[in-house]
């Protein structure tokens, strides 16, 4: 389309919504809060197409719909007007306000949930090809029935079920209008008389939410749509490890083993940077600690790899509902250089937790020389851990 915004949307919204109880007409029943035509029309307003909108309600409720499409603050409602007694009459009583916009998009006030990218999407086919529904793909099978037996087993590939918004030039819906009031053909929808044209009408995929507020289970799905996702629940985490260095062992840290004279002395391979961010994780899930979990005085953990312990954490906090989010981590070492050992270190950690790399992070320090570590007697090593609750 040329010019950005050229299309007017009527919006119907005169339905009695018996089913849905209650005493408000369907359009007015609250959702989250607003009422069911003001979701819609503030979503139509959202589509950059739509210039203007027109809403079709009963005679009887224009005020109130006046009301409060003012009070809910609706952009781009150019008229209020009232509809006929039945759908496809109130279709056409709100096409007598579009004037001389090329394309007109309309749409069921039932639908509170409908994506503005769809209606541009509907507006911008039909003003290329003509017509344009908004549908989704059939996912369940079909049967037709005669009394209470199958008698056919339709051909699912190729059903879609029609929605709104549907968008046609606007000359090309009110031929269709007046040919099917001419004939006495009543639609369901404004495609179907467009069709009756002999006119192709093109199909434009929906979002999934867009449903119909029918029954009151509709209701219910549609506020869990609109309802604000709830906050997220963090938890934080704190470990602390040391051990001793000594001869003749390997020093492993972070899960790679580093050349060095001395090793990290202990039940298991030492390794105190794991060590550390275990008991973090373990303490951000209110696990307890990692002596609780793999006791030394259990000899099954005797010369344990440390990183097959981090995966069993891991599950461990992931079984109690916790994913993990980040970890960081300082070493207190005054030799040797870890640096170099930095990726290789977050590789082996980030994969036993089983979180990308960059949700882990390790730096290291020297004491400068003062006390145990500074004497070069131990490596110790602190961790901070986040999780975030998995849903
Ligand atoms: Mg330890």
Redesign the pocket.
Known sequence: MSSAASAAAVIVAAGRGQRLGGTLPKAFIPLAGVPMVVHAAQRVAQSPAVARIIVVVRGEDIDLARTLLTTYQTPKVSSVVAGGDHRQASVLAGLAQVGSAPVAVIHDGARPLVSPDVVTAVIMTASQTGAATAAVPLRETVKRVEGATVTQTLDRERLWIARTPQAFQTDLLMQAHHRANAEGFVGTDDAVLVERLGQGVRIVEDAPQNLKVTVPSDRELAEMYLRPSPPRVMRTGLGY???RLVPGRPLRLGGVTIPSPRGLL?H?D???LA??VMDALLGAAGLGD?GQHFPSTDRAWKDAD?IELLRRVTSMVNAAGWRIVHVDSVVLAEAPHLAPYFASMREHLAAAMRVDASSVSIKATTTEGLGAIGRHEGIAAHAVATLEAAS
Request: zero cysteines.
């Open positions: 490890d040391t051990h202990g298991s030492a390794d105190v060590h550390a990692i440390s």
